[in-house]
């Protein structure tokens, strides 16, 4: 999957989880601001694959966005859309330990240990100082 919504926008499409912001007028209302996987956001494919990779078509019609007929608009999970923000910083060099908090969009244990449980899986594709910002990371936010 080359282009995916990521980032704060497929962290505001609804899931059956619970998980996400949900902040869907300010966001999925205004498709220009999008964040793209491959064009806003560094492509994490050789760090994650497919995995976490939806259809998101239907959901964004039911919301009100106007999706082209025939077009299928894929989007990250929310645990791929935070692992997408992570390595998207730590790839540009931008800071991003104080802005990305687990609570914000993970309301459970269980959620949380699935978010740790998919970071855990990429951390060999990482590099060793992106190992280390992770795990530093994932102790604060009490996911290890």
Not at 21 to 29: K, M, P
Not at 102 to 120: H, M, N, S, T, Y
Request: charge should be neutral; hydrophobic fraction near 40%.
């Amino acid at each position: 999957m080359s282009a995916y919504l990521t980032g704060g926008t497929a962290l505001n499409i609804p899931s059956t989880e619970g998980t996400g912001d949900w902040h869907i007028g300010g966001t999925l209302l205004y498709p220009e601001r999008f964040r793209v996987a491959g064009k806003d956001y560094v492509s994490t494919n050789t760090i994650f694959g497919s995995e976490g990779i939806f259809d998101c078509t239907e959901v964004l019609k039911e919301r009100g966005v106007r999706v082209p007929e025939g077009v299928t608009v894929y989007a990250a999970n929310h645990y791929r859309a935070v692992g997408d923000v992570i390595v998207n910083a730590l790839k540009k060099g931008w800071s991003w330990k104080d802005s990305v908090f687990a609570d914000d969009w993970f309301p459970g244990d269980k959620e949380k240990i699935q978010l740790r449980d998919f970071l855990v899986k990429a951390m060999p594709k990482l590099l060793p100082v992106e190992r280390e910002e992770i795990t530093s990371w994932m102790r604060r936010e009490k996911l290890i």
